[in-house]
């Protein structure tokens, strides 16, 4: 399985966002995918995830102002972010969960600028 982030960038607080991650295999729409980031000093942690089925989760920080959501025909997930925020900038990674295994896709830089 191979993972490719994109549409990370610079943006100003209260812009938006779209990230999307295209992945390769068939194991895609049976899997859960999930978006971290990393800020700089920081560890990296979960924002979002979606399960095979399609229900969502969000940490606190970004509820009601990102939504993931899922193509399965075109393997892809997305990350939606809206009213950004400075204290969103941050390395943003996906992530897709099968079974025992973990795959990563490079990281996409998103800087929020006040």
């Known amino acids: 399985v191979q993972l490719q982030a994109s549409g990370g960038g610079l943006v100003q607080a209260g812009g938006s966002l779209r990230l999307s991650c295209a992945a390769s295999?068939?194991?895609?729409?049976?899997?859960?995918m999930r978006w971290f980031r990393q800020a700089p000093g920081k560890q990296r942690e979960l924002v979002a995830a979606?399960?095979?089925?399609?229900?969502?989760t969000y940490t606190d920080s970004v509820k009601g102002r990102f939504t993931i959501s899922r193509d399965n025909a075109k393997n892809t997930v997305y990350l939606q972010m809206n009213s950004l925020k400075p204290e969103d900038t941050a390395v943003y990674y996906c992530?897709?969960?099968?079974?025992?295994?973990?795959?990563w896709g490079q990281g996409t830089l998103v800087t929020v600028s006040s």
């Open positions: 992530n897709l969960a099968y079974q025992a295994s973990d795959f």
């Open positions: 295999g068939s194991i895609f729409r049976i899997s859960a």
């Open positions: 979606i399960t095979s089925g399609g229900s969502t």
